[in-house]
């Protein structure tokens, strides 16, 4: 069963958005399908304020513009109410136990937590320890609600997800984690492109392998050949710093003109998920040719993050 002939339930069984590896392919459509619905009614004026009453509390141990406008708007769009909480200036920037957090969010009327941090283990201890859902929005591990927007605006050029081909290069972090799980559940071929030093971790290749089409690879010719979308990541995360060794080894990894080429079609798109390097993992003729559609992407986080927001808030 590809997107297009599923038949929406309007309701997903998870409680929390950690990973995408805890949701099933219908799961994920659901999320899509919502999505494309809450767009058309914020581009046709339709005020939909299902969150009326609702809270959000937004922990950022990591800055961000688009999380934290999406997140922030998304709520505000849907009638809840977004609470900011910079780490430095809570209790858990003093070692406070997360456990001890997750339970005292939850008894003060917050109806749900959005996290953006570093270890994936904090986001797991919060759900673990508190009553309400909470939603990844980035870890060193996974970048799901990055992924979502990025099959929305795929799925919304080419009108289909399944027998599609998704070629990632770089670093094998947590966007290419999140790829190879998402795309092989959905029966898009992914392929990440990378020098083996800076591979996805193992154990999530062999899990995202085990749901579909998966290939590691340093063939940079190979792994982008048929590719319908291309997509980049910057070469050091947040909080890493430049590393000459690294930058070397995946410099010729780089999104370019001649790159693009190789794919051998010309309806191939690019994806960034942003903030971009220019002229380090992406040149400026790609990021602002005709291919690309970031800003597209970046817009999609909004609406991808109403969908989560109301399928895990608005039970």
Do not use: W
């Not at 809570?90 to 109806?111: F, K, V, W």
């Not at 201890?125 to 992924?147: F, K, M, R, W």
């Not at 010719?221 to 997509?231: L, T």
């Not at 794919?263 to 992406?282: I, M, N, Q, S, Y």
């Amino acid at each position: 069963m590809d997107i297009t002939n599923y038949a929406p339930k309007g309701k997903i069984q998870n409680k929390h958005l950690l990973t995408l590896k805890d949701y099933s392919k219908e799961e994920i459509y659901e999320i899509l399908l919502l999505a494309l619905k809450v767009k058309k009614e914020y581009k046709s004026g339709i005020k939909n304020d299902a969150l009326t009453g609702k809270t959000l509390a937004m922990i950022f141990f990591k800055s961000s513009t688009r999380t934290r406008l999406s997140f922030e708007m998304g709520m505000l769009q849907l009638g809840g109410y977004p609470m900011y909480l910079n780490s430095a200036d809570t209790q858990l920037g003093r070692n406070e136990p997360i456990s001890d957090t997750a339970r005292i969010i939850s008894r003060m009327g917050i109806d749900g937590i959005m996290i953006r941090t570093f270890n994936q283990k904090d986001l797991e201890e919060l759900a673990e320890y508190g009553s309400i859902p909470v939603i990844n929005g980035l870890t060193d591990l996974y970048h799901p609600c990055q992924v979502l927007a990025d099959l929305l605006t795929v799925y919304e050029r080419f009108g289909r997800l399944r027998g599609l081909k998704l070629a990632y290069l770089g670093d094998g972090n947590n966007m290419a984690h999140s790829y190879m799980i998402a795309c092989a559940k959905l029966g898009i071929d992914v392929s990440i492109v990378c020098p083996k030093e800076y591979s996805p971790l193992s154990e999530i290749t062999e899990y995202a392998k085990a749901q579909g089409s998966v290939t590691i690879t340093e063939d940079i010719a190979e792994g982008v050949k048929g590719a319908d979308v291309i997509c980049t990541d910057v070469f050091f995360s947040m909080g890493q710093p430049k590393d000459p060794k690294k930058e070397a080894l995946l410099t010729p990894y780089q999104v370019n003109e001649e790159l693009m080429k190789k794919t051998g079609k010309d309806t191939t798109v690019f994806l960034h998920c942003l903030p971009a390097h220019r002229g380090e993992e992406v040149t400026s003729g790609v990021i602002d040719g005709k291919q690309s559609l970031i800003f597209d992407e970046a817009e999609n986080r909004l609406h991808a993050q109403k969908a989560v927001l109301l399928l895990l808030l608005g039970r």
